[in-house]
């Protein structure tokens, strides 16, 4: 008689059977398997707390490798402790993304792209877990520092996170914090608030103060006063201008017949001058002649008896306007009055 299957026996292997095909399903249908890696290392210059084993090492957000192993290492030549991390980047991918042409072995390609300006930096996945990667960034400007304390990899250079330089100015700004000295500080304050409570309590600064609100107050009556007169202290100044506007108007109106007169005056003078220089001549004519020009009806003597009639006029006129500018100066602004 045949023995009985163990049902139990046969779920196990059924079971195994399906977890194998599932795991191999997993890694052979995503290639990783037969894909191409190289292994490096990076030494960071800061702390690496964060950073586990299997952490992803991107480029432009784009996985590109993964971290294989972190160590512990001392550096022979500073005792310094260093903490040397080894990744494994994928062949294909760093090419798609940089367009690379397979020139020599991979890592001659990464060498040369050091030499381009490949960086390696600590970047968080999340600042709420503090976990992190490795972000590959282009940056040809920063320096290349390599320690070259492993032969078996090559080195890819790395540069400060941005985070770091964050916490290295909030710890230097600590330092500068500290190196205040606060006791001085705070001994001056006090001199300093004594001194202004002293100066608050003294008598002068009260009668000072008092001074003052009595200024203002005097100040603001003499504006409410200039308030209530505004509209009138307006009218009268807008009364002053018209009032000189006239005036000036007047003046122009009277410069020009007072300059008439004074003109008219200037020409009989000028006449009268004439007429004697006529006369004179007819002096020094002859010696005969001086008879007749002493009668009654010769012409010098009608010239003479017109030229001191001229001038009789003349000087009359003359002191009139003498007269009537000094009885009205004013004329000389208003003009004559009609």
């Given at each position: ?17 399906i ?20 292994e490096?290392?990076?030494y ?9 084993i ?6 432009q957000g ?14 022979p030549?500073?005792k310094?402790i ?18 690379f042409?397979?020139?020599?072995s ?8 050091v ?6 930096q ?19 400007e920063s320096?290349?520092?390599?320690l ?13 996170s ?15 914090f ?14 300093t ?8 309590e ?6 000072a ?8 107050k005097?100040l603001q009556?003499i504006?409410?006063?200039?308030n ?24 122009d109106?009277s ?17 009268t ?9 007819q ?8 008879g ?22 003349s ?7 003498t ?16």
């Amino acid at each position: 008689m045949s023995k009985q299957a163990n049902p139990t026996l046969i779920g196990v292997f059924v079971l195994g059977a399906i977890m194998i095909a599932t795991i191999g399903i997993t890694i052979f249908g995503s290639g990783r398997w037969f894909s191409e890696k190289s292994e490096f290392v990076i030494y960071f210059d800061e702390s690496v707390n964060g950073l586990s084993i299997g952490a992803l090492v991107k480029m432009q957000g784009v996985p590109i490798g993964a971290v294989t192993d972190i160590q512990v290492q001392l550096d022979p030549n500073t005792k310094k402790i260093l903490t040397p991390v080894f990744i494994e980047i994928e062949h294909q991918k760093y090419k798609q993304l940089l367009q690379f042409e397979a020139l020599g072995s991979e890592q001659g390609i990464m060498q040369q792209l050091v030499g381009n300006g490949l960086r390696m930096q600590l970047q968080y996945t999340s600042l709420v877990t503090g976990k992190l990667y490795i972000e590959s960034l282009l940056k040809p400007e920063s320096p290349v520092k390599l320690l070259h304390l492993n032969t078996q990899f090559t080195e890819l250079p790395s540069i400060t996170s941005s985070s770091q330089k964050v916490q290295k100015n909030l710890a230097d700004a600590m330092q500068e914090f500290q190196k205040i000295p606060f006791q001085e500080v705070f001994v001056e304050l006090l001199v300093t608030i004594k001194s202004i409570k002293k100066i608050a309590e003294s008598e002068d600064l009260q009668l000072a103060i008092y001074g003052f609100a009595a200024s203002l107050k005097e100040l603001q009556g003499i504006l409410t006063s200039f308030n209530r007169h505004s509209d009138a202290i307006a009218l009268h100044a807008e009364k002053t201008l018209k009032h000189s506007g006239q005036a000036m108007q007047k003046l122009d109106q009277s410069i020009e017949p007072l300059m008439a007169e004074v003109q008219t005056t200037l020409a009989s003078a000028n006449h009268t001058l004439a007429n004697t220089d006529k006369t004179l001549a007819q002096f020094s004519n002859t010696a005969e002649d001086v008879g007749a020009v002493f009668s009654d009806d010769a012409l010098l003597q009608q010239n003479l008896n017109n030229t001191l009639d001229e001038l009789a006029r003349s000087a009359k006129s003359l002191r009139r306007l003498t007269d009537y500018l000094q009885r009205h100066p004013e004329a000389l602004i208003r003009g004559k009055g009609r």
